[in-house]
């Protein structure tokens, strides 16, 4: 298995801070240092290079680094695959799992419990960030596994699908465009407030916004808030006219402290993947979540 040595060479390299690597490992700086220079006294290169305050990492500590990561995927593997041989009651492992928001706050907390019921024995580690930083994630290795919207599918990358939701124009009960419908024209002149880029909400919305023939910069945008949260809140609180996903607000639209304004000829719906890394799919942790939550979903 995996040296803590090796642990602690991926943590600086994931980082390229050796005391942001101490932070995260509750390990001094010098032992880091220790580790990182015992290391290359082995193989006999350095791993690292200065570059004035920052870090890079070296031709051998890149190949060092990838040996690594795969290195890491098998050995949860073999824990996993041993883990069950006596029953599936017994699995254990990790799994990494990130997921864009929607999905994060208002799909996923149900779904883990009953998982984590049933695989008792499995750590869950979720990442909540927007679309854009949940691939990259994956494909730092950083998560085994994401749920996100999709637009541009990689080759790299293998896709599920595993539900759809919609993106509604919502306003405070207390803004006078409650109660209103709103056509193109009135549309592009109501002030809006709209997730930051890199959002799935965001990307949805742009993308049913040019099939008809708008562009960004003919919307009025008075505002730019990352997360859903924090979305909701400002609309709220404020008159202006914003795009939610519809699990996100179903107790706001229900109470009446949010209401849906119709804007014509615009509907807004989106797809949910899971995705994984191609050729980790046969793991067999990251198959029986999704098995599970599909389940869970049509059930």
Known sequence: M??????????????????????VLFVTQPAISKHIKALEDQYKVPLFERKGNSIALTEAGQKLNEYLLQATEIERKVEYDLSVLSSLSQAAGHLRLGASTTIALYILPSILSGFQREYANVDVQLVNRNSEYILNALLN????????????????????????DEVIPVCSA????????????????????????????LNA????????????????VKIRL????????FLLADQCLGFMPR??????????????VPVE????????????RKGTEDY??????????LQHIEG
Do not use: W
């Open 2 to 23: 995996i040296s803590f040595a090796h642990r602690v060479f991926m943590e600086v390299a994931a980082n390229l801070s050796f005391s942001k690597a101490a932070q």
């Open 247 to 260: 699990p996100s607000i179903i107790r706001e639209l229900r109470e009446g402290d949010l209401v849906e």
């Open 205 to 220: 919305l742009l993308k049913s916004l040019s099939g008809l023939h708008i562009k960004p910069a003919d919307l009025s």
């Open 284 to 293: 067999g942790l990251t198959g029986n979540f999704i098995n599970y939550a």
């Open 265 to 276: 000829g615009l509907k807004i719906t989106r797809d949910f993947f899971f995705i994984r």
């Open 226 to 233: 990352g997360g859903t949260e924090a979305l909701k809140n």
């Open 174 to 201: 207390n803004s006078p465009l409650a109660g209103k419908s709103l056509t193109l024209k009135q549309f592009i002149k109501t002030p809006l407030a709209l997730r930051e880029r890199g959002s799935g909400t």
């Open 141 to 164: 290795h950083e998560v085994d596994i994401g749920i996100i919207e999709v637009d541009n599918k990689l080759t790299t990358v293998s896709y599920k699908p595993f539900m759809s």
